[in-house]
């Protein structure tokens, strides 16, 4: 079968996608580990006399799962996780994946940030040359430097970057925010890494807003379910997150589940979905050849669209789009503006998904009622990211499939959730906004930066560069941006940001580009409190409590910007008259209290004691308003209507600068995007990808070896692909592009279609960056590309063009 295997070529391994992935390796006994039933990971025998101390995990990975921390003679033994089933708010479980329950190694890694650091005077940045310094030196120094540059350039030249691996719970970066808002604000990012293409690229043009968004709870029996680059049960698997809903859904309900996917992930491998295997970044075309079949076969449902739709036709445009032939059916008929119709065979050249299962997807989803059409958020992380996600968001409204019980937007996957509030940060007297992937830019770039080329919000360019950066919670600089070389070399001039503090829980190569380094504590390690998870229609609290004393020099960030702001002569606004940061846990969680009143929940002090509560709530089952009546319930688009015809990206498509390879379309159409499906060159023979792994959230818990073990960093290749260039299962890789070289291992598997590479991404950064800035520890971010898309100006980073070699050691 081996032979067999090898000597298929890339169209054959597509065309028979389905009977190869039976064959492929499910990596069973992995998963098993990282399901929310699996034991806990006991490190050390239970004993009579431990504490029993209650928290939760905190990271980003859209859930907040309880861990229940045994700690015996001051230090944590092991750790369980959510146990209550008793009781009116102890239900539902919420069980932790292993990333949660692995927390014992990772609080005492030897990675750990321990005491505040200053950079050597006379060394460079990214040289990593430190000397430990006292709290009140560094707090002297940070708030000096506030100082400094707010007097020299105004608040605008102060910028907060995104808490990415802190997320979760009432604080995060949000004391920063207060502090400075304080002291006349500072510039504001939009868009996150995340999501940013689907949330301002797409979304308020066909929505005005994330309109139509259900959770998988509201899954009906015997449904079908279509999730385009979507992969819950991979980074969102735990009992508080979609993976364990669709899981539910699919064991008990009998839901049918389509994956489609350049990777054969977990819903798939151990969930039993079927697998269209599709090429990185058209997923744009196939909704096309689809488009094409739903309306060639009559199978297109007109009255929702003529009531409902703006765009799908002639009849249906805006008034002023009239005449000329550009509406979505022109498009897709071939009598649009690039006279090419977009039938079901041109779809499977682009995609190499089989024509006739294009056809036949098709006739599913029109006979299906009703219709669960979602994405995750892989499809948007393309440079086609703005318009791939809406035209994927285009198949739910042709067979009128959103809106109702049972369907979704077309977009990803919605809640109903608690409603807990963050610490307040008050208002900033700065409205100017950029879009959070280009912060190197707005550092670089500054007043270049303008509305028509950058995305500015809220004025006409950037006043000035960024010259403070404070960099709480996140592994930005030297890990989770694009294209490392091109930042760090930014980040090296000290005549551009003249300022950077990195502020975390441990040593990653990003500190190395900071000026003053300060240790914090985990989440796990001071007092805490968040809502249950993101997406899964469920209300729940989790009330964290230390689960020791702060070891060395490690201090918590509320205390500190308190002492920050007594410096700079606002701690009493700061702090509303001292309080603490147990305070102001205490503090939300009575307001939210009060706001719910009819969920008559616990105390506090009785929350504390239960350690957590999570209850299910009835998710909707009513007809969306809109639906309902169109006209006394509009959506906020421009029209009032769903958008398959955007006027605002027309009127943009005329006056923005836009960059190689870029389009801004009223309607969303099909285009390769820069250094997209294409576009490779003998040089640069793959698709690169980097997707999100069970083991790690963005790059926290990167250097957990437990979950390293279970979960390593390696390049998946397909055996197709290896054959040719000598590459066997674990033999040394390097990856290469125009941006860099990194170094991995090689994972040959048929649960990646052919011409594709694809690598987890979040490993830690690791390069002599004076030298050949060849990176050893296997993160993707080395070789991407810092081209963006063209409406959100999000990340396009999650692919790239290059190659794969086999080297030695």
């Not at 509201?218 to 997150?241: C, E, H, I, K």
Request: hydrophobic share 35%; net charge negative; glycine share 10%.
């Amino acid at each position: 079968m081996k032979d067999e295997k090898l000597s298929m070529n890339r169209r054959t391994f597509v065309k028979a996608g389905g009977a190869l992935g039976a064959l492929a390796a499910t990596g069973a006994g992995a998963t098993a580990a990282f399901t929310a039933a699996a034991p806990a990971l006991a490190v050390a025998d239970e004993g009579a006399d431990d504490t029993i101390v209650w928290t939760h995990c905190h990271v980003n990975c859209g859930g907040a799962c309880v861990l229940q921390c045994h700690v015996r003679d001051g230090e944590l033994a092991y750790v369980e996780s959510d146990t209550n089933g008793d009781g009116a708010f102890g239900g539902v479980q919420a069980r932790a994946c292993l990333r949660g329950r692995s927390i014992r190694p990772w609080l005492s890694s030897a990675d750990r940030l321990n005491y505040p650091m200053r950079r050597v005077a006379g060394t460079a940045r990214g040289e990593g040359q430190y000397e430990r310094i006292s709290w009140d030196e560094a707090l002297d120094t940070i708030a000096s430097e506030f100082k400094r540059v707010v007097d020299t350039y105004g608040n605008e030249a102060v910028f907060i970057q995104e808490c990415s691996g802190v997320e979760q719970n009432i604080m995060m970066n949000n004391p920063f925010f207060r502090l400075f808002n304080l002291l006349g604000g500072e510039v504001t990012r939009y868009g996150s890494y995340s999501s940013a293409s689907i949330s301002f690229g797409a979304y308020p043009f066909t929505y005005g807003g994330s309109w139509g968004k259900r959770s998988l709870k509201t899954l009906q029996p015997g449904q079908l379910v279509v999730m385009f680059g979507y992969a819950p049960n991979d980074m969102r698997m735990s009992g508080d997150g979609e993976g364990y809903d669709l899981a539910v859904a699919m064991k008990q309900k009998g839901v049918r589940a389509i994956v489609i996917d350049p990777r054969r992930n977990e819903t798939a491998a151990n969930l039993g979905a079927e697998w269209i295997p599709i090429v990185p970044g058209t997923d744009a075309a196939l909704a096309a050849g689809i488009a094409h079949e739903l309306i060639t076969q009559a199978l297109v449902d007109h009255e929702f669209l003529n009531t409902y739709c703006v765009g799908f036709d002639e009849a249906t445009l805006p008034p002023e789009a009239q005449g000329k032939n550009l509406s979505y059916c022109d498009y897709i008929l071939g009598t649009g503006y690039d006279k090419v119709e977009k039938t079901p065979e041109w779809a499977s050249k682009i995609t190499a998904v089989p024509a006739e299962r294009i056809v036949s997807l098709a006739h599913e989803i029109a006979e299906a009622d009703p219709c669960f059409i979602c994405q995750g958020l892989g499809p948007q992380r393309h440079t086609n990211g703005d318009n791939a996600s809406r035209a994927i968001m285009v198949l739910p409204q042709l067979v009128g499939q959103v809106g109702r019980p049972g369907t979704n937007s077309g977009g990803t996957v919605g809640n109903d959730d608690i409603g807990l509030s963050s610490l307040p940060t008050g208002d900033n007297p700065i409205e100017t906004k950029f879009p959070n992937f280009l912060w190197p830019e707005a550092i670089r770039d500054g007043e270049k930066l303008t509305a028509t080329n950058a995305g500015i919000k809220n004025a006409d360019a950037l006043k000035c560069g960024v010259k403070f950066l404070v960099n709480y919670g996140n592994n930005m600089m030297a890990n989770q941006n694009a294209d490392i070389n091109y930042t760090t070399d930014i980040l090296r001039d000290e005549s551009l940001c003249e300022f950077i503090l990195q502020y975390d829980v441990a040593w990653t190569d990003s500190c190395n580009w900071a000026d003053i380094v300060l240790p914090d504590l985990t989440p796990q390690e001071t007092y805490s409190l968040s809502a249950a998870g993101e997406n899964n229609d469920v209300y729940g609290i989790r009330f964290g409590q230390p689960v020791s004393e702060p070891a060395f020099e490690r201090r918590e960030v509320y205390e500190v910007c308190g002492e920050l702001a007594k410096r700079l002569g606002v701690y009493d606004e700061y702090s509303e008259g001292g309080l603490t940061r147990e305070d102001w846990c205490r503090k939300l969680y009575d307001e939210l209290r009060e706001e719910q009143a009819d969920l008559d929940l616990p105390t506090y002090d009785e929350g504390v004691a239960m350690g957590s509560f999570t209850f299910e709530v009835e998710p909707s089952t009513e007809v969306d308003d809109f639906i309902a009546d169109p006209v006394a319930n509009p959506l906020e688009t421009a029209t009032g209507k769903i958008q398959i015809y955007s006027p605002e990206l027309a009127e943009l498509a005329e006056t923005w600068e836009l960059g190689e390879g870029d389009v801004i379309s009223a309607i969303p159409v099909y285009y390769p995007g820069f250094d997209g499906p294409g576009t490779t060159t003998e040089e640069f023979p793959f698709l690169i990808v980097d997707f999100h792994a069970k083991g790690t959230v963005h790059s926290t818990y990167a250097h957990n070896e437990v979950l390293h073990k279970l979960s390593p960093f390696q390049a998946w290749i397909n055996p197709i692909d290896a054959e040719p260039l000598g590459i066997a299962d674990g033999d040394a890789v390097a990856l290469k592009s125009a941006q860099g070289e990194m170094r991995t291992i090689a994972k040959v598997t048929n649960r990646v279609i052919p011409g594709t590479i694809m690598h987890p991404q979040g490993a830690w950064h690791s390069a002599d960056m004076a030298g050949d800035r060849i990176d050893h520890g296997g993160c993707t971010n080395t070789i991407t590309s810092r081209h963006c898309n063209p409406v959100s100006k999000g990340t396009g980073q999650h692919s790239v063009i290059g190659s794969i070699e086999k080297v030695e050691g």
